[in-house]
Nanobody
């Protein structure tokens, strides 16, 4: 079992930055592929980024490439998402998730989820 708690969301103007954190506890954090997803009102949950257990490989949805960076600190059992040059279309609830398999863009591939943190970008 893995428990995940996100933090760092908030209200920011377009062009601004936020860093989301996801604190993990329970089973060995470093053994899991980790991902960030987001869900805007009335829309499906959408893959944002993923990172392998080693941290050596990352993947991103095209719309955030060059603006967002996913990283993990195994010593702190924490996952991060640095978000720069934010746009109003980035507004959503952001979730971190853990998977025992290879990185995937599919939510059902992730067994553990946090409660989410709201990110709102004003124009």
């Amino acid at each position: 079992q893995v428990q995940l708690v996100e933090s760092g969301g908030g209200l920011v103007q377009a062009g601004g930055s936020l860093r989301l954190s996801c604190a993990a506890s329970g089973r060995t954090f470093s053994a899991y592929t980790m991902g960030w997803f987001r869900q805007a009102p009335g829309k499906e949950r959408e893959f944002v980024a993923a990172i392998t257990w080693s941290g050596g490989s990352t993947s991103y949805i095209d719309s955030v490439k060059g603006r967002f960076t996913i990283s993990r600190d195994k010593a702190k059992n924490t996952l991060y998402l640095q978000m720069n040059s934010l746009k109003p279309e980035d507004t959503a609830v952001y979730y971190c998730a853990a998977s025992g398999g290879i990185p995937s863009t599919t939510p059902r591939s992730y067994a553990y989820w946090g409660q989410g943190t709201q990110v709102t970008v004003s124009s």
